[in-house]
Every structure is written in C-alpha cells, then in structure tokens.
C-alpha cells in the first residue's frame, strides 16, 4: 500500500503539537501505519523531525509571501502575517522546541531566509517611523516568535480560543514596537485636530 507522505507528516505534526514527547510507535498509530512501515520512510525520530522542519519551514515561507510584506505600512503588514501564519504556528511552536535543529552547522539555511524577511519587515517599520528605533529587528523577530509559540500552546491547550489567536499576538506585539510620538513630533495636521477637539471641549465662559 502506497504511503502518503504528507499525510503522515501532518499527522505527525498535530500529534507532536499536542505531545511533544509522543513516540514513533504513538505517531505510527495516529496515521495509521504500522511502525515498520513508518520507520522505512523515517529512519527515526530526528529523521522525522527534520522532515517536519522542512514542511514547516514551507509553509512559513508560504505565508510570508501571502502576508505581503512590503505593502502598505509595516504595521498592517504584521497583523497580515501573523494570520497567514496561525495554521501553521502549532508545527512551529513544536519545532521551536527542538534544540538540535538551531544548533551546529546543519541548521537548515531555511530559518535564516525566514529570520532576514521578517527582520526586513520591522527595520522597514523603523525607518518610516511606525516602530521603535530602541527595539532591534532582531530583537522584535525573536519576540513574534515566542509569541507564536505561546499562542499556539494556550490555544492548543484550551486557555486561549482559537478566534483571538491574532488579535492577542498582534497586540502584545504592537503595543510594545509602535513608536508613540511626543505632541512635538507630530505631524500638524495631528497637533491642529488635537487643539480643535480641546477647544471644543473648553467649557464657555459665562457673559457678565
């Protein structure tokens, strides 16, 4: 019987997302494989893993094209990644977690494409003025990612609903990078819409 390669992945990877522990015998169940029949296709573990890392990866690269990242403001470009990433930030929360992925001279090239893209997007903020210039882009890369992961946990888990997912990242992540202006920083049509709405506000003096 032909075995579907990418069936077995995504089972393996909505598994490992919920135990990251489980087994190859447990994973070998959950696509309905024997585990001799699972172990031709992955010689074991790492084998598996590594198979994942590079559907991960795919699928991370996939959403950073979809997300568009150069258009419009940077802002509008994170809350557009972060929802074209939610469907694969369970995988992603899993791989996260496997330190020999991101150790030694293995590491899949793939992860620094991602990490230069995504590091783009909040230096392209900075230079327009949206991000805090005091927050690395690497900094702010590496913070979207634990993000991700702890989403994709707490939803995983139940404590958070799969809805808010986006709306909690982008957020917490926003609120800390958005570069908030001093009143003489502003642009003047901002500080003239500021005065207009105080002196309207600015109780009447009554005639004598």
């Not at 694969?88 to 991101?102: D, P, S, W």
Request: net charge negative; with cysteine.
């Amino acid at each position: 019987m032909a075995v579907d390669r990418d069936h077995v992945l995504r089972t393996a990877a909505a598994l490992l997302t919920r135990k990251s522990t489980a087994t190859m015998d447990e994973v070998a169940k959950a696509a309905g494989l024997s585990r001799a029949t699972l172990h031709r296709h992955f010689a074991g573990r790492d084998a598996l893993v590594r198979a994942l890392e590079s559907l991960g990866i795919a699928e991370c690269e996939a959403s950073l094209d979809a997300a568009r990242l150069e258009d419009g403001p940077a802002a509008d470009a994170v809350r557009r990644l972060v929802r074209e990433i939610e469907p694969a930030a369970g995988l992603l929360a899993f791989l996260y977690t496997e330190n020999q992925l991101f150790e030694g001279e293995e590491q899949n090239a793939g992860w620094t494409r991602i990490d230069d893209r995504i590091a783009a997007l909040f230096r392209r903020g900075q230079a327009t003025g949206e991000f805090r210039i005091d927050l690395t882009p690497a900094w702010l890369t590496e913070a979207l990612y634990g993000l991700l992961a702890s989403g994709a946990w707490a939803v995983s888990e139940g404590r958070v609903a799969s809805k808010d997912f986006t709306h909690m990242i982008v957020e917490l992540l926003l609120g800390g990078a958005l570069r908030h202006q001093a009143p003489d920083q502003q642009a003047p049509e901002q500080q003239a819409s500021k005065q207009q709405a105080s002196q309207h506000r600015a109780p009447q003096r009554e005639e004598s």
